[in-house]
Nanobody
Framework: VQLQASGGGLVQAGGSLTLSCAAS????????LGWFRQAPGKEREFVAA???????KYLDSVKGRFTFARDNARNTVDLYMNSLRPEDTAVYYC???????????????????WGQGTLVTVSS
């Protein structure tokens, strides 16, 4: 299984970036696909995810600024990031995890596959 992330870079505050992740190596039906990030000196945190069913969840601080798009046919996920802030600076990781229960939390469930990170730097 491979998750290939791309799209990071340097952008000024208020700008936009799009991150993309291509998943391959298995079928991802019943899987959640998501994005996490880790800023320097901080723990990794959940950013956004979407289950196969279409249920989505976002980190509160990115709601209204980030949009998560999932293409089940192509096994790709995109994260459209607008109105970027310096505090969005981090290494962003895409991840995939099986949804094993009717009741689940996209932010805290176990993600078993991880892509390499892509660095997003937002300058003030």
């Amino acid at each position: 299984v491979q998750l290939q992330a791309s799209g990071g870079g340097l952008v000024q505050a208020g700008g936009s970036l799009t991150l993309s992740c291509a998943a391959s190596g298995r079928t991802f039906s019943s899987y959640a696909l998501g994005w996490f990030r880790q800023a320097p000196g901080k723990e990794r945190e959940f950013v956004a995810a979407k289950a196969w069913s279409g249920v989505a969840k976002y980190l509160d601080s990115v709601k209204g600024r980030f949009t998560f798009a999932r293409d089940n046919a192509r096994n790709t996920v995109d994260l459209y990031m607008n109105s970027l802030r310096p505090e969005d600076t981090a290494v962003y990781y895409c991840a995939a995890g099986p949804v094993r229960s009717i009741i689940y939390d996209l932010a805290t469930m176990k993600y078993t596959y991880w892509g390499q990170g892509t660095l997003v730097t937002v300058s003030s």
